[in-house]
């Protein structure tokens, strides 16, 4: 636990927790250079406490609340490395600093190694199967290599990038698209390939020529086919895939998300499978499939053991619930 250093924060504060995320989840490779460690992910995390609980803002203040941080970071949006189900990306975010100061990490649990390859770090995070992870800096796309290697100034001016399963193209947000479209398509360079001119909040690849998105408030799970520019829905119920919970499918097109009540996932017949019930989607973010019957998200909760009158006591963990027992458990990273 951190010492009781706190920060006053309002409201939009705590929203811009929740950014956009998400991951490619391909078969694992077969190859000699991956060090297999399945038992590391209960060595490497532990239960949560009995007195964290979802996260609320809405109880009655008549000022904004006090935020007192548990931890001495924000674990932010994680992502899994494609080529390595024991590996996995994340921002960190030092709540201390004005502005926040937002840094990429690449955590292994096989080797419990944590490093930090870089700063000035926004949203919009992602890992290619060819290793390269991207993301949103202050000035546009930004790539570099997990080990650190070839980080570039700038790939090009969008933001909230998604390779696509090859990792030789990636869909981005176009931030001067107004009289044009809105969605790009570059290659692996950053050099536009393509648009499409539907806005998205929450998207994923399905496949190197289909992505599946949503629009905020259509409450659908829309397919889009890039070559012939037809959409077609997936499944519609009320709060799916929210803009600040991304999209993320597996090998089996299966797609990760949260409702209103539950995190979920769908089948691309529309059939839903509820995850996680105990918490709301405000409070869970950023699902998808990490290893076997485990799923790997971010968790914002709340830790009612010393709250008082207008004051919130809060963490955000990355988690890993394991379908087969129900269990849930948040990951110790090494600090």
């Given at each position: 636990?951190?010492?009781?250093?706190?920060?006053?924060?309002?409201?939009?504060?705590?929203?811009?927790?929740a950014?956009?995320?998400?991951?490619?989840?391909?078969?694992?490779?077969?190859?000699?250079?991956?060090?297999?460690?399945?038992?590391?992910?209960?060595?490497?995390?532990?239960?949560?406490?009995?007195?964290?609980?979802?996260?609320?803002?809405?109880?009655?203040?008549?000022?904004?609340?006090?935020?007192?941080?548990?931890?001495?970071?924000?674990?932010?949006?994680?992502?899994?490395?494609?080529?390595?189900?024991?590996?996995?990306?994340?921002?960190?975010?030092?709540?201390?600093?004005?502005?926040?100061?937002?840094?990429?990490?690449?955590?292994?649990?096989?080797?419990?190694?944590?490093?930090?390859?870089?700063?000035?770090?926004?949203?919009?995070?992602?890992?290619?199967?060819?290793?390269?992870?991207?993301?949103?800096?202050?000035?546009?796309?930004?790539?570099?290599?997990?080990?650190?290697?070839?980080?570039?100034?700038?790939?090009?001016?969008?933001?909230?990038?998604?390779?696509?399963?090859?990792?030789?193209?990636?869909?981005?947000r176009?931030?001067?698209?107004?009289?044009?479209?809105?969605?790009?398509?570059?290659?692996?360079?950053?050099?536009?390939?393509?648009?499409?001119?539907?806005?998205?909040?929450?998207?994923?690849?399905?496949?190197?020529?289909?992505?599946?998105?949503?629009?905020?408030?259509?409450?659908?799970?829309?397919?889009?086919?890039?070559?012939?520019?037809?959409?077609?829905?997936?499944?519609?119920?009320p709060?799916?895939?929210p803009?600040?919970?991304?999209?993320?499918?597996?090998?089996?097109?299966?797609?990760?998300?949260?409702?209103?009540?539950?995190?979920?996932?769908?089948?691309?017949n529309?059939?839903?499978?509820y995850?996680?019930?105990?918490?709301?989607?405000?409070?869970?973010?950023f699902?998808?499939?990490?290893?076997?019957?485990?799923?790997?998200?971010?968790?914002?909760?709340?830790?009612?053991?010393?709250i008082?009158?207008?004051?919130?006591?809060?963490?955000?963990?990355?988690?890993?619930?394991?379908?087969?027992?129900?269990?849930?458990?948040?990951?110790?990273?090494?600090?």
């Amino acid at each position: 636990m951190k010492n009781q250093n706190y920060i006053l924060i309002t409201f939009i504060f705590i929203a811009l927790l929740a950014t956009q995320c998400k991951k490619k989840d391909v078969n694992i490779p077969n190859t000699s250079s991956i060090q297999y460690c399945p038992d590391k992910y209960m060595l490497h995390s532990e239960p949560y406490p009995d007195s964290f609980v979802i996260m609320d803002i809405t109880s009655s203040c008549p000022s904004s609340h006090e935020l007192y941080f548990l931890e001495d970071y924000i674990y932010d949006e994680p992502v899994v490395n494609p080529n390595n189900p024991f590996e996995i990306a994340f921002v960190r975010v030092d709540p201390t600093v004005m502005g926040y100061d937002r840094e990429l990490c690449v955590y292994n649990f096989c080797t419990n190694k944590l490093d930090v390859l870089t700063g000035d770090v926004g949203s919009g995070l992602d890992w290619s199967i060819k290793d390269w992870i991207i993301f949103t800096g202050s000035n546009g796309s930004v790539r570099v290599k997990s080990n650190g290697d070839s980080l570039s100034s700038q790939v090009n001016s969008g933001f909230e990038a998604r390779w696509s399963p090859s990792g030789e193209k990636y869909v981005y947000r176009d931030p001067d698209w107004i009289g044009g479209t809105p969605i790009k398509i570059a290659d692996e360079t950053g050099a536009t390939i393509g648009s499409i001119p539907i806005y998205f909040y929450s998207w994923d690849w399905l496949n190197e020529n289909e992505i599946v998105y949503s629009k905020q408030g259509n409450n659908k799970l829309i397919k889009y086919d890039i070559s012939t520019g037809v959409s077609t829905d997936i499944v519609s119920h009320p709060g799916i895939a929210p803009s600040d919970g991304q999209i993320s499918v597996d090998d089996q097109q299966r797609i990760y998300t949260q409702i209103d009540e539950a995190m979920i996932r769908v089948d691309l017949n529309g059939n839903i499978e509820y995850l996680d019930t105990n918490y709301t989607t405000f409070s869970s973010s950023f699902a998808q499939h990490l290893y076997g019957s485990k799923i790997l998200f971010k968790r914002h909760v709340l830790d009612t053991t010393n709250i008082g009158s207008c004051e919130n006591y809060v963490a955000t963990y990355i988690s890993i619930l394991d379908e087969a027992t129900g269990e849930e458990r948040r990951v110790k990273i090494p600090e």
